[in-house]
Nanobody, 128 residues
Framework: QVQLMESGGGSVEGGGSLRLSCEVSANYEWWNCMAWFRQAPGKEREGIASLYMSSGRTYYADSVKGRFTIFHDNAKNTLNLEMNMLESEDSAMYYC?????????????????????WGQGTQVTVSA
């Protein structure tokens, strides 16, 4: 079974930057896309970005478009999320995810119902 582990979170001042990484452990990567989600306390887990590795197609939530960049590092086999111009509203637990077997990430901003495998999450806290 696939295992995912996020890292790179921490505390940062508003306007700062962070780069998150998701390490993937699997014998065979059957999926062709991955995604990043975030969840603040008391809020629903929401998709913020997805990537189809073969085509490079990406989808971003309006709240992060232009500030965040999702990319895959083939050499390190990690999914990454570069976050710039961070705001207090970006504070949340960030998760990487892989879709259910036989499912896809969807040709849209990722929806949590399409994903069956999740990492433990990494906390991002943005202060003023």
């Amino acid at each position: 079974q696939v295992q995912l582990m996020e890292s790179g979170g921490g505390s940062v001042e508003g306007g700062g930057s962070l780069r998150l990484s998701c390490e993937v452990s699997a014998n065979y990567e059957w999926w062709n896309c991955m995604a990043w989600f975030r969840q603040a306390p008391g809020k629903e887990r929401e998709g913020i970005a997805s990537l189809y590795m073969s085509s490079g197609r990406t989808y971003y939530a309006d709240s992060v478009k232009g500030r965040f960049t999702i990319f895959h590092d083939n050499a390190k086999n990690t999914l990454n999320l570069e976050m710039n111009m961070l705001e207090s509203e970006d504070s949340a637990m960030y998760y990487c995810a892989v879709p259910w077997p036989g499912d896809s990430c969807g040709d849209r901003v990722p929806r949590k119902v399409d994903f069956g495998y999740w990492g433990q999450g990494t906390q991002v806290t943005v202060s003023a």
